[in-house]
């Protein structure tokens, strides 16, 4: 079942839903109509700030927490606030968010609070060592936390190698081996990456890493881990070609292999999602265009989702009127 969007009166993407305190809360960017013409690198994604939802039934209406961030309250800040995920450890909350600094490079931030509605406090600098976007943090039944980051094209992963920068920053032939998505263990301050990150990769059928020219199938962008019945559970976006796939593996760290489509596209050039359990029901959160019309205007909505016997998720597609 898809259900209604959240919102009519505000432009949200990218929901991050947890579960914190027995209460569902939700952490989208905040789009606005910035007046930026489109462009490949997602120059039209300008948003600025940040606010956290939250519902204690899944078709209440939802609680605006009000601004939690704001793009001034941060010392490096250059542009573009894009999606943010949170963790929690030991009572603190921690949110992780993509940025361009001030020489417009993506980095990844922290901010910090007391509480998961927050408002939460930057810190000054961003994390070392971070670059790109999409951050997702995975807490594992033991108690360690794993981040899953990175995205071509305006993402930027493309200038990386070994988590360096290179030079020419392209993105490989169509045969060889697609970008992977970057994944680590949290230090146990949750403030650093506890190691290099590390490729995630993803296997074909024959157990073959996907090459960059499928692109029905290789990662582009928003990645996200859920775990069901021991099983690890990859997911992210296609990009170009609009689909929330996943692939499973036996680890946080994969490899993980291709199972097929959570999300057919839906209206808007892009898709972003997380999965969550919550009273017993699991979740889609996802976005789309269909209130505005405009790729850069989303709105967050809900569907169920279905892990069939096998362990396989259940194809969702979104009808919108004709």
């Keep these: 079942m898809v259900r209604k969007h959240f919102l009519k009166n505000m432009y949200i993407a990218d929901p991050h ?59 490096w800040a250059g542009r573009q606030l894009w999606d943010c995920d949170v963790a929690e450890k030991d009572g603190k909350y921690y949110m992780y968010f993509p940025l361009k600094d001030k020489t417009d490079i993506f980095r990844l931030g922290i901010a910090i609070s007391d509480k998961p509605e927050g408002p939460f406090k930057p810190l000054p600098t961003p994390m070392d060592g971070s670059y790109s976007i999409d951050p997702a943090v995975f807490k594992d039944d033991d108690g360690k936390h794993y981040m899953y980051f990175g995205g071509i094209w305006g993402g930027q992963l493309q200038r990386y190698r070994n988590n360096k920068a290179i030079e020419c920053g392209q993105q490989p032939a169509d045969n060889e081996p697609a970008l992977c998505a970057k994944v680590a263990v949290m230090s146990d301050d949750m403030l650093n990456f506890g190691e290099e990150p590390k490729d995630l990769v993803i296997l074909d059928e024959n157990g073959n890493p996907m090459l960059a020219g499928d692109n029905d199938r290789r990662f582009f962008e928003a990645s996200w881990m859920h775990k069901y019945k021991g099983k690890y559970y990859f997911s992210y976006s296609t990009g170009d070609t609009h689909k929330i796939c996943y692939a499973t ?9 291709y199972q097929g489509v959570i999300l057919n596209p839906v209206i808007g050039w892009t898709t972003h999602h997380s999965i969550v359990e919550y009273k017993g029901k699991w979740y889609l959160f ?5 209130i505005s019309g405009k790729t850069w205007l989303r709105s967050a909505r809900v569907a169920d989702l279905n892990h069939l016997p096998d362990g396989s998720i259940e194809t969702i597609t979104v009808e919108y009127d004709k």
């Design 249 to 257: 593996g036996d680890n946080p760290y994969g490899p993980f292999t």
């Design 17 to 75: 839903a947890h579960v914190f305190n027995g209460k569902l809360y939700i952490y989208p960017s905040h789009d606005y109509e910035a007046g930026i013409p489109e462009d490949d690198l997602g120059s039209h994604f300008a948003m600025k700030d940040y606010h956290v939802f939250s519902l204690e039934n899944i078709d209440d209406e939802i609680t605006d927490h009000g601004k939690a961030l704001d793009v001034d309250d941060i010392p």
């Design 286 to 290: 996802f976005h789309d265009s269909e």
